[in-house]
């Protein structure tokens, strides 16, 4: 065999720059231990369609009545919602939740999570509802722009760099 027959070993790729900071603090996994679990989504969801008393949102969405409870406490401990009383005509006082400015920054991901929702897991008719501007009806995308206001249409155009916040990572 000749060195020019020989195979050259495969070369390994370079390791992930994150690697080297911690996610400790990573705001990402903070907004998920929030908004992770699926009722607390469906929740928002209700409340966005103007779904906003405790029985209207367990009817309309099927939750649980424990779980709306810890997770209404959660939205509200939160700051995402506030709860607001009323009292209808010879009943005791109740509450409803409204979102709060917090909350209302929500939408984007929300309309985001529809989106891909609706592109990849809608029934065979389309999407069950759509999201129009109330100015002029049409319907309301997400999209990515940098600062510099470039249109981002593939994810492999976003790189991660080490925000202020970064610390280095130490493995335990």
């Known amino acids: 065999m000749t060195t020019t027959d ?7 790729p370079p390791s992930p ?5 911690s996610v400790d603090n990573c705001t990402l996994g903070r907004a998920m231990a929030i908004l992770g679990e699926r009722w607390t989504v469906v929740v928002l969801r209700e409340v966005f369609l103007g779904v906003r008393r405790f029985d209207d949102i367990r009817r309309h969405a ?3 009545r424990q779980v709306l409870t810890t997770r209404l406490a959660t939205l509200v401990e939160e700051g995402l919602l506030q709860r607001v009383p009323y009292r209808e005509s010879g009943t005791r006082t109740r509450h409803e939740y409204r979102l709060t400015a917090k909350g209302l920054e929500l939408q984007p991901i929300l309309l ?8 990849h897991l809608a029934d065979p008719d ?4 759509t999201f129009v501007h109330r100015e002029c009806e049409q319907p309301v995308h997400v999209e990515v722009h940098c600062a510099a206001g470039h249109h981002v249409d593939d994810p492999r155009q976003v790189a991660t760099r080490p925000g202020p916040g970064v610390k280095a990572f130490t493995e335990t």
């Open 126 to 129: 389309g999407p069950p509802t």
């Open 62 to 64: 099927g939750v649980p």
């Open 6 to 12: 020989a195979i050259a070993a495969p070369v390994a």
């Open 17 to 21: 720059t994150a690697l080297s900071w």
């Open 112 to 119: 985001a999570i529809t989106q891909w929702g609706d592109r």
